[in-house]
């Protein structure tokens, strides 16, 4: 059965019919925010304002993936909440070196500077402000303790401002490009953003159903459950809150198959669609800020960090298709439990005993041990990814549980 199980049976036409669906929701990624690496957007209050059961007419899973699919939402304005919890370990503050270290570029950081900024949505939770004018004009503020940090886009200028630190920074697009273009890999995903690759990813191992209705930030929507069908992924459901009227995607909520909180917890807590007033997107550099602008910090940066983002993209596919090509990387099964599997080259991670010392002592309590068919290895663990790296070096690694990535091991062996 096609992975639409909403009324009954699905013929054929009707599968491709939902397919298309799917692809066109894909498409319809509304515009809120503007700059970063890892988010979603959502509200102000500490529960996400999600209550009441509207009566709303009946609707089946095609016709809502659709709704979503004509959705043409172009201006908004509202309060959004974001609430990561990936379930990553406590590693004393050194992750937020190695976070700020793999997005800053070199000699002359800009606390301004977007991509790393943004990079803070990635876990805990954080309360934003946004606004949308069409593909064009948009504004995100994260509020922080007597701060905020704002980043606005306004035709082709992008600027990001950091109140506490009075710094700017400023890009702007090429002539001829389009400054959407240029920062598209950037724009942090609202609810919207997470449903389109939420709905790209599904195919005949995913289950998409219609449960119910709710209200979201004061707003009537259906409930679109999207889950795997099959057993093994650490995926227990993404649950997407759909604007009865204007099919918008108001929250989504990724929880994980063992229980708990949520992973991803993404929705507005207040919400309109009147245009914003055309002084939200203006932006002046305050007297005294540091301004910094893209094309000198790029140049200041050493010169493995001056390419951009396509340019390592670019790399990384080429590098990854050769790997694909010969005897790399291979991917194991489908769907939700597919897993990476790939020779790093060396011999392994070393055990705690091994590397002695602090390092010793965090990797011991970092990954569990684990044996099999396939030898001895360790499994490293999120709540969403796991990672098995075998003691000769070779590593599996998938949104499945550490018994799958065992099994995944034994077979290849």
Do not use: C
């Not at 900024?117 to 303790?145: C, F, I």
């Not at 305050?286 to 983002?309: C, I, L, M, Q, Y």
């Not at 663990?381 to 070779?394: I, K, P």
């Amino acid at each position: 059965m096609a992975p639409y199980e909403s009324d009954g049976s699905t013929s054929t036409g009707e599968t491709e019919d939902l397919r298309a669906g799917r692809r066109r929701a894909a498409r319809y990624v509304v515009p809120v925010t503007v700059v970063g690496l890892a988010a979603a957007t959502i509200g102000l209050v500490p529960a996400l304002a999600d209550s009441g059961d509207p009566d709303l007419p009946k609707i089946s899973a095609q016709q809502l993936v659709e709704k979503i699919a004509a959705s043409d939402v172009q201006q908004l304005s509202g309060t959004v909440k974001i609430s990561t919890d990936l379930g990553l370990p406590d590693l004393g503050g050194l992750e937020s070196g190695l976070l700020s270290g793999a997005t800053q570029s070199g000699g002359d950081e800009s606390t301004a500077d977007p991509s790393a900024k943004l990079m803070e949505l990635a876990s805990g939770t954080h309360t934003l402000r946004v606004a949308a004018d069409g593909p064009d004009r948009q504004k995100l503020s994260l509020l922080e303790d007597a701060a905020e940090y704002s980043v606005i886009h306004n035709g082709k200028d992008v600027w990001g401002y950091d109140s506490k630190a009075n710094e700017v920074y400023h890009s702007t697009a090429a002539d001829g490009a389009d400054a959407r273009d240029e920062h598209e890999e950037d724009v942090p995903a609202t609810p919207k953003d997470l449903t389109a690759e939420a709905l790209k990813a599904a195919d005949d191992t995913t289950s998409i159903t219609v449960d119910g209705t709710a209200q979201v930030a004061g707003r009537d929507a259906y409930r679109l459950v999207i889950k795997p069908k099959d057993s093994g992924s650490t995926i227990g459901a993404i649950s997407v809150a759909v604007d009865a009227k204007t099919g918008m995607p108001l929250k989504f909520t990724l929880t994980p198959a063992s229980g708990g909180a949520a992973v991803i917890d993404a929705g507005f807590t207040q919400v309109g669609f009147a245009r914003p007033a055309a002084s939200t997107f203006d932006f002046t550099p305050p007297k005294g800020a540091k301004v910094t602008e893209e094309n000198d910090a790029a140049a200041k940066a050493p010169e493995d960090f001056r390419k951009s983002g396509d340019d390592l993209g670019k790399e990384f596919d080429q590098e990854l298709g050769k790997e694909l090509d010969g005897d790399g990387m291979k991917v194991i099964g489908e769907g939700w439990t597919a897993i990476a599997t790939y020779d790093s080259g060396g011999e392994g991670i070393p055990s705690g005993e091994e590397a002695g010392g602090d390092l010793g002592g965090f990797l011991g309590s970092f990954g569990d041990k684990v044996t099999g068919t396939f030898g001895k290895g360790t499994v490293f663990s999120t709540r969403l990814v796991n990672a098995l790296v075998t003691e000769d070096g070779t590593v599996y690694a998938g949104a499945v549980t550490k018994e799958a990535l065992v099994k995944a091991a034994d077979a290849a062996r």
